[in-house]
C-alpha cells in the first residue's frame, strides 16, 4: 500500500493512537486512558465516551459531570443487568402482570406507558418534533407526560432511567453547588422546578425520582405556557429517602440514608437557592412536591428574597379556587358569592392548607370592607384523621406544622371535636365539599346524598387526592348520591357520566390549567414576587373563558379552550395585577406595552414572547463568536 491511500490510512491510524495513554500499574496490568476533548453534556451526548451512570468521583469533577448525572456510580456490568431486564421483558408487560401495583390499578394502563416511553424516545432525539406532537394532541397527551402516567415514572425512575435530564443535587455535593451551577450549558434560564420527592402526588416519598414530576411539570411549562425549552431546568434535591422500598431496591439511584432534617435540611436547601440565584438571578423557581411541614416553612423563608411559589400550595389551592368560581357560575352566581358558601374541606396537609388559605384570602378580597378574617375563616369547617378540627383539639398548635395558622380555622363547636365527616356534614350543612386526604371512598354515598338534602342549590363536590386509586369518590358515585345534581371535579380524570340521558361533565381540578399561564405572567413580567392577589387574579381569569356550553354541561374549568391562549391569558392577568398593587416590574417593554395599549397590547407583547415548535433554518456560527 503507497502513496495517497496509505497516507490517509496512516493520518486515521496516528489520530486513533493519540486519543489513549498506556500506563503500567501494579501486577504487570496495563490499562489504556482515554483522551477526549469534551466536557459536560457534550461528552453525555457522546456515544462512544458516555458511561452512564459509570463515571467515577473525579471523573465528574474534572468533565465538568457532577449534577448532571445521578449521585450513583454503577459498573459496566450492573448497567448491563438493569437494561437486560428490560430486554426480556418491557414495562408495559410488567406492568400488565401486576394488577396490584397502586398506580396500575388507579386507571394507568400499560399501553399508557409504552406511549410514554415512546413520547421520551421523540424528546431525547428531537424536542421541537416532541413539543409540536403535545401541542397539537395536548388534551390527549397531558395525561401520559404528566398526571397520571407520570406518577408510574416517577415510582420507577431509578429502573427507566437511560438518559439525563436536568441536574441532581444530593448531599454529596454540598460546598459544592455555586460551581456545580455552571456545569449546566445554558446563561438563560426562565424557570427552574425542583422537588425533595418527599411526597409525590399521593406516592408519598419517592427519593430521587421525583424529578420525574420537575420534568413533567416543565413540559408544560414549553407546551401551555410557551417556555423555550433550552430555558427550563428541571431539579432533585437528594437529602435521602425514608422508604424502605427504596433504601432495599439494588437499582435506586439516590442516595441510601434516611432523609435529613432540621437545620441541616434548611442549610442544604439554602445553599441550592443561594446557587440558583447566582446563576441566573431573574429566575422562577416553582418548589413540587415537599413534604407538607418543608412546604410551608420553605414557601415562608423564601418567598419575599425569591421571585418563587409552591404549586402543592399555591398553584393548586388557585386551581381549586377557579374551580369553585366555576361553579359559582354553573349555580349562575358570580365570584364574589364565595363569601356565603359553607365549605368542608376533608384533609388538613399543606394543600389543604393552601386551599383554605387561599379561598379565605378570596374572600376577603372581594369584599375587603365588609368581611374581616374572623367571619370569613368561619365560613370553614376542616377535619383531619381525627375527624373535626375544634378549638378543643389537642395539639392544635403542633399541627401548623403542616397546616399555616389552622387555629383560626378551628371550629368553636367543642362538643363536636373529632366528629366524623358524616355528622360534620349534618351539622354544617356544607354547600361545598373538597377532599384532599388521600382516602380511597371516604365520601360515601350516605355523606354525598345528606348533603345533597342540605344544599338548595346544587351541590358542590371536589374529590381531589390523586391517583385515581385514591379519590373520595368517583364522578359516577357523586352523581347517583344526588341524583344527578352535583358539580363534579376530581384530581385526577374521571369519564363524564349519563344520568338519566344528560350527559354531565366530569371536570378534572388539574392545576396545569393555572401554573403555566401563572408563572409565565411572573417570569415574563419580572414581578419580582407571587402575591396572594395574583394568584387570585390568575383563578378569576380562567373562569372568564367558560362557554355557555361549558357552563350548560356543568364543566368547572375551559378544557376546551386552546391551552396557549389560556395561559396566554392568565399570564396578562397576573401582569395587570402586578400593576395595579404597585409591584415593580422588571420588565420594561410589558410595562410600557399594558400602559400604553392596555390587555390586547400586553397580549400581544406575550404572544410574541412565547416559544413555537416549528423548524427554522440554522445558521452555523463558531464558539466564542457573538456571546
Known amino acids: 500500500m503507497s502513496g495517497p491511500v496509505w497516507k490517509r490510512v496512516s493520518s486515521q491510524l496516528t489520530k486513533c493512537q493519540s486519543r489513549s495513554i498506556t500506563a503500567k500499574m501494579a501486577g504487570g496490568k496495563y490499562m489504556k ?80 406507558i409504552r406511549k410514554w416511553k415512546v413520547l421520551q424516545s421523540v424528546q431525547d432525539r428531537n424536542e421541537t418534533l416532541y413539543y409540536s406532537m403535545l401541542m397539537q394532541n395536548f388534551k390527549e397527551m397531558a395525561p401520559i407526560i404528566y398526571t397520571p402516567t407520570v406518577g408510574w415514572a416517577c415510582k420507577n425512575f431509578s429502573d427507566v432511567y437511560r438518559r439525563p435530564r436536568g441536574m441532581f443535587f444530593s448531599l454529596k455535593d454540598r460546598g459544592e453547588m455555586a460551581s456545580m451551577v455552571y456545569n449546566w450549558d445554558s446563561d438563560d ?123 402543592d400550595i399555591q398553584g393548586t389551592a388557585a386551581t381549586v379556587l377557579a374551580g369553585l368560581y366555576g361553579a359559582l357560575k354553573v349555580q349562575g352566581l358570580p365570584p364574589e358569592e364565595i363569601r356565603n358558601k359553607t365549605i368542608l374541606i376533608c384533609g388538613a396537609g399543606s394543600a389543604a392548607s393552601g386551599v383554605a388559605l387561599t379561598i379565605r384570602n378570596a374572600i376577603t378580597f372581594q369584599d375587603k370592607s365588609t ?47 373529632g366528629a366524623s365527616i358524616l355528622e360534620t356534614v349534618k351539622a354544617a350543612k356544607p354547600d361545598v365539599i373538597i377532599g384532599l386526604t388521600a382516602c380511597a371512598g371516604i365520601f360515601t354515598k350516605e355523606i354525598m346524598s345528606t348533603m345533597n338534602k342540605n344544599c338548595a342549590n346544587m351541590p358542590i363536590i371536589f374529590p381531589l387526592s390523586n391517583p385515581t386509586s385514591r379519590s373520595e369518590c368517583t ?75 361549558d357552563l350548560e354541561k356543568r364543566a368547572t374549568f375551559p378544557d376546551n379552550y386552546p391551552i396557549r391562549e389560556v395561559s396566554c391569558h392568565l399570564a396578562c392577568r397576573v401582569i395587570e395585577q402586578a400593576i395595579l398593587e404597585g409591584t415593580r416590574i422588571g420588565n420594561k417593554v410589558a410595562y410600557e406595552r399594558y400602559m400604553e395599549g392596555g390587555a390586547p397590547a ?24 457573538d456571546q
Open 371 to 417: 368581611i374581616s378574617k374572623e367571619e370569613a375563616s368561619n365560613r370553614f369547617w376542616i377535619t383531619d384523621k381525627d375527624g373535626l378540627v375544634t378549638t378543643n383539639r389537642r395539639g392544635l398548635e403542633a399541627l401548623e406544622d403542616t397546616f399555616y395558622d389552622l387555629s383560626s380555622f378551628a371550629r368553636p363547636e367543642v362538643e363536636l371535636e
Open 33 to 112: 486512558a482515554e483522551i477526549v476533548r469534551k466536557k459536560g453534556k457534550n461528552i453525555i451526548n457522546d456515544a462512544v465516551y458516555n458511561k452512564g451512570l459509570g463515571y467515577t468521583r473525579s471523573e465528574r469533577d474534572r468533565l465538568e459531570l457532577r449534577g448532571l448525572v445521578p449521585p450513583v456510580q454503577l459498573d459496566l456490568n450492573e448497567q448491563k443487568s438493569i437494561i437486560m431486564e428490560e430486554y426480556e421483558k418491557g414495562w408495559a408487560v410488567r406492568a400488565a402482570q401486576d394488577p396490584s401495583d397502586e398506580i396500575i390499578a388507579s386507571g394507568v394502563k400499560p399501553d399508557n
Open 602 to 625: 400586553l397580549k400581544e407583547y406575550i404572544r410574541s414572547k412565547m416559544w413555537n415548535p416549528v423548524y427554522r433554518p440554522l445558521v452555523y456560527l463558531s464558539p466564542g463568536k
Open 189 to 311: 434560564v426562565d424557570a427552574v422546578v425542583v422537588t425533595d420527592g418527599s411526597r409525590v402526588l399521593g406516592l408519598g416519598d419517592l427519593g430521587i425520582g421525583g424529578l420525574g414530576i420537575s420534568i413533567g411539570k416543565l413540559d408544560l411549562y414549553v407546551a401551555a405556557g410557551g417556555f423555550h425549552p433550552r430555558r427550563i431546568l428541571p431539579c432533585v434535591l437528594d437529602v435521602g429517602t425514608n422508604n424502605p422500598a427504596l433504601l432495599n431496591n439494588p437499582a435506586y439511584l439516590g442516595l441510601k440514608h434516611p432523609r435529613i432534617d432540621g437545620d441541616e435540611y434548611y442549610r442544604f436547601l439554602d445553599e441550592f437557592m443561594a446557587a440558583i440565584k447566582l446563576r441566573w438571578p431573574k429566575v422562577l423557581i416553582q418548589f413540587e412536591d415537599f413534604q407538607s411541614k418543608h412546604a410551608i416553612q420553605s414557601l415562608t423563608r423564601y418567598k419575599r428574597e425569591y421571585l418563587m411559589f409552591n404549586d
Open 475 to 549: 364522578a359516577e358515585e357523586a352523581q347517583i348520591a344526588t341524583n344527578g345534581r352535583a358539580i363534579f371535579a376530581s384530581g385526577s380524570p374521571f369519564p363524564d357520566v349519563n344520568f338519566k340521558g344528560m350527559t354531565i361533565v366530569s371536570s378534572q381540578c388539574n392545576n396545569r390549567f393555572i401554573f403555566p399561564g401563572l408563572a409565565l405572567g411572573a417570569a415574563l413580567g419580572q414581578t419580582k414576587k407571587v402575591t396572594n392577589s395574583m394568584i387570585n387574579k390568575a383563578a378569576e381569569a380562567l373562569v372568564e373563558l367558560l362557554s355557555i356550553e
